[in-house]
């Protein structure tokens, strides 16, 4: 059964440096998200991405954070300078279409900023 | 703008009876409602969902929903759980209008099925 793959499962980093997440989602999907849960708190939306552009970002994903589609098959989250607030699991979804349709999640990226 | 609110932190069970996880949206357009279940050191996968039609809506693992406009609840339900139901529900929704998808998630609810 098809899967979103994320790397590495565990990151620990020091404060200001730069972390990139990665993902690879399913293959025919279009659409593709980061989401992050801080402990104890919601998963909250950081971004949308759509034919390899941002379609909608939250008030989180500021100038520190980007997204990118290197090669078409995998999806990247960049932080470029960690903070501790940082300290987070980080989950990749695609899916074939918006809204209606099921996110397939990957099983997230546990970001631990020291 | 939507929020979603899951009333309960933790629910703990004994396996066989019953269990209810509340969830209450607030929105001013129309949304599509989802569950999503998430095992310990897994992702987050779907149980069931809510475009439109019939209120009732069964999922997986013997889950099922009602969504109540007037009440703007979509409460999950399973008459029996097991050991293997143990872990976080998150309750969701997507506004309709939305281009991107973008999920809303609750706060996460905690169940516990103890033998």
């Known amino acids: 059964e098809p899967e979103v793959t994320q790397t590495p499962s565990h990151q620990v980093t020091q404060m200001g440096q730069e972390v990139i997440l990665r993902c690879v989602p399913i293959s025919n999907h279009l659409y593709f998200y980061w989401y992050r849960q801080i402990l104890g708190q919601k998963v909250e939306f950081l971004v949308s991405?759509?034919?390899?552009?941002?379609?909608?970002k939250s008030e989180i994903f500021d100038d520190q954070f980007s997204v990118e589609r290197p090669d078409g098959s995998n999806f990247t989250l960049k932080i470029r300078s960690t903070k501790l607030e940082d300290s987070a699991m980080y989950f990749c979804?695609?899916?074939?279409?918006?809204?209606?349709?099921?996110?397939?999640f990957g099983q997230g990226t546990r970001l631990t900023v020291v | 703008a939507q929020s979603v609110t899951q009333l309960d932190s933790q629910v703990p069970v004994f396996e066989e009876a019953p269990v209810e996880l509340r969830c209450n949206y607030s929105s001013s357009v129309s949304v599509y409602l989802f569950w999503y279940v998430q095992y310990p050191n897994q992702g987050l996968q779907l149980l069931l969902k809510y475009l439109s039609g019939s209120t009732l809506v069964k999922g997986i693992n013997g889950f099922e929903a009602e969504f109540n406009k007037s009440q703007t609840s979509f409460h999950l339900r399973k008459p029996s759980v097991h050991i293997s139901d143990t872990a976080e529900y998150f309750c969701a929704v997507v506004p309709i209008y939305n281009q991107g998808g973008k999920l809303i998630f609750g706060q996460g609810t905690e169940l516990s099925v103890k033998p």
């Open positions: 979804a695609s899916s074939p279409q918006p809204r209606g349709t099921e996110a397939f």
């Open positions: 991405f759509y034919n390899n552009e941002i379609s909608e």
